[in-house]
């Protein structure tokens, strides 16, 4: 019998890192979190990067900016911190709505030392009440994408106020209809109450305590993870729910925690779970027997291998992720059959060199490997789609395991149509 991938040594890679940086989080975190603004301090670059990632908001006032610093404050000829505080002053003027105000540091304010701590806290003083100012790093320097969210509700914990009502948090930027889904399967479980971190406004910001447990839903949350635990909440240890398994064995572990029997979550998910295996079974026709390769990128690697190789008859090649929780990837690593190598951390040549050495029939990975890999005939992924996706649950696991389904389809497609080009670049 198998023992899953518990104790497997892990290659662990301390080299040269292709990711986006954490500020990409702030594109799925506007829209989750309605009252609030993202106020990155950082350069031309970063402006650029957040505008071409949430693309041109033309028809709304959009719910972040980039306060620019110029080569003088760079050079420290001008004093950044009082630009800062004008800059915040005129937006908050303007913008009577925002009720909450992140200072999400970059790769600049990092170099240059500018304390955006001690900014908010300033801040908060001046226009607190009405404003909640707080501050979270995004920087490119020795981070990747999805830490931008971490590092954001990982900020919010400390301003929680407490409570000692026995209570779930459900903890992650779900989209409101995913999150919905969610709220709504709990509520027929019998699992009440339940609050959300992110809330979507700042007046449902959730309080927490010694009696409140914690469902992570996300698995690249390990400073959230550590700042609830610091806080007195209780971490309720699953699988990730992704697929029909992760979901149901997220579900039935919160159940566990409220005294409830796993066959009520079995009644509650029975229809769901019919029209998810159905959905996930039409995709698996692609998926089975084909071998996948994870660079670390995401931090979803780990549950998506889980879901990929029991659920579509996928081989795992390397799961690679940036970093390997045993907290909060554990339960994921005793589902995957051994087999797979476990990789942590990166060192991009190296890595590149086992994925030519396999030639996987799909690498998921970020944006800068996937077209270098692509003219090499191999098929990519593209990470971050996966954060962008509603990808979570029952009602999504169809379009998840559809997400892998497609490059792989276009892949065979543009062999039927061009097989010399392919078969040169094999
Ligand atoms: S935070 Fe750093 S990596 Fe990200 S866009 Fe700005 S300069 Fe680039």
């Excluded at 518990?6 to 829209?31: A, S, Y």
């Excluded at 071409?52 to 306060?67: D, K, Q, Y």
């Excluded at 995913?178 to 992110?198: H, K, N, S, Y």
Aim: hydrophobic share 45%.
């Amino acid at each position: 019998m198998s023992t899953g991938c518990r104790d497997t040594p892990v290659l662990k890679q301390r080299g040269q890192r292709e990711v986006f940086c954490g500020l990409t989080g702030i594109i799925w975190l506007h829209r989750k979190m309605q009252d609030a603004f993202f106020l990155v301090v950082g350069s031309r670059t970063c402006a650029h990067l957040l505008q071409s990632a949430a693309g041109v908001m033309i028809f709304a006032e959009p719910r972040f900016g980039t306060a620019i610093l110029e080569e003088k404050d760079l050079a420290g000829m001008a004093d950044a911190n009082e630009e800062l505080d004008r800059e915040v002053a005129r937006l908050l003027a303007r913008r009577p709505d925002i009720k909450q105000l992140f200072l999400v540091g970059s790769c600049p304010s990092e170099v240059i030392k500018l304390d955006l701590a001690r900014a908010a806290e300033r801040l908060s003083v001046i226009h607190g009440p009405n404003v909640r100012v707080l501050n979270f790093s995004g920087s490119g320097i020795e981070t990747t994408f999805t830490q931008g969210e971490d590092a954001c509700l990982a900020s919010m914990v400390p301003a929680l106020p407490s409570t000692p009502e026995k209570q779930l948090l459900l903890v992650g930027a779900l989209p409101d209809v995913v999150e919905d889904q969610a709220l709504a399967l709990l509520a027929q479980i019998g699992v009440t109450p339940v609050r959300c971190l992110p809330s979507r406004r700042v007046q449902d910001t959730p309080a927490i305590g010694p009696n409140t447990v914690f469902a992570l839903t996300q698995p690249f949350l390990g400073d959230t993870h550590a700042a609830l635990t610091r806080a007195g909440a209780r971490h309720i240890s699953a699988p990730f729910p992704f697929g029909v398994e992760g979901s149901t064995l997220w579900l039935k572990a919160i159940a566990a925690e409220f005294g409830i029997a796993p066959e009520k979550v079995d009644q509650v998910v029975a229809a769901p779970r019919v029209r998810a295996e159905k959905a996930i079974a039409a995709a698996a026709t692609t998926l089975r027997g084909k071998r996948i390769f994870f660079m670390p990128d995401s931090q979803l690697e780990i549950p998506l291998a889980r879901f990929l190789t029991r659920e579509c008859g996928m081989d795992a090649i390397e799961i690679g992720t940036p970093y390997l929780h045993t907290d909060l990837h554990g339960p994921e690593l005793d589902l995957i059959a051994e087999g797979p190598t476990l990789s942590e951390g990166q060192d991009v040549d190296l890595q590149l060199d086992r994925v030519r050495a396999s030639r996987p029939d799909l690498t998921v990975c970020g944006l800068g490997l996937a077209n270098p890999l692509e003219a090499e005939g191999l098929a990519t992924k593209w990470a971050i789609e996966l954060v962008f996706t509603p990808v979570h649950f029952f009602e999504q696991a169809g379009d998840l395991a559809a997400l892998f389904a497609r490059p792989l389809r276009r892949h065979a497609a543009l062999k039927r149509q061009h097989p010399n080009r392919l078969e040169a670049a094999e």
